[in-house]
C-alpha cells in the first residue's frame, strides 16, 4: 500500500465520520495498517478452512494506545470494482428468492 492509497482510505473515513474513541481503551490516536487483509467466508463451522473461496477485503486500524485492531470493509469505502459488488448482490438476491 503506498502513501496516496493510505491517504485515501484515511479520508475515506474521516468523511464517513469515523471518529469516534477507541472502543477497548477510548484512546484517540489511531494508525493505518500497511496493507489490506482478507477475512474469510465460511459457510459452517466445522473445522475445515476453504481457500481460494469467499472473502471480505478490508484495511486494519490500530488503537496506538492498547492495538485493538478494527476493520473495514474496502467495497463499503468504494475501493473495489462496483460491478463485481453489483453481481455479488444480484446473485444472493436470487438466491434469496429461490428459498422463499
Do not use: W
Not at 9 to 33: A, K
Not at 38 to 56: A, E, H, K, R, Y
Amino acid at each position: 500500500m503506498n502513501q496516496a492509497e493510505k491517504d485515501n482510505i484515511i479520508r475515506l473515513l474521516n468523511e464517513r465520520g469515523v471518529r469516534l474513541p477507541c472502543s477497548r481503551c477510548g484512546g484517540n490516536n489511531f494508525s493505518l495498517l500497511d496493507g489490506y487483509f482478507n477475512s474469510s467466508i465460511n459457510p459452517q463451522l466445522d473445522n475445515n478452512v476453504i481457500l481460494g473461496g469467499p472473502s471480505i477485503p478490508t484495511v486494519g486500524i490500530i488503537c496506538n494506545r492498547c492495538g485493538f485492531i478494527n476493520y473495514h470493509a474496502i467495497g463499503a469505502l468504494g475501493l473495489i470494482n462496483n460491478n463485481r459488488t453489483e453481481n455479488l448482490n444480484e446473485t444472493r438476491n436470487e438466491n434469496q428468492n429461490e428459498t422463499e
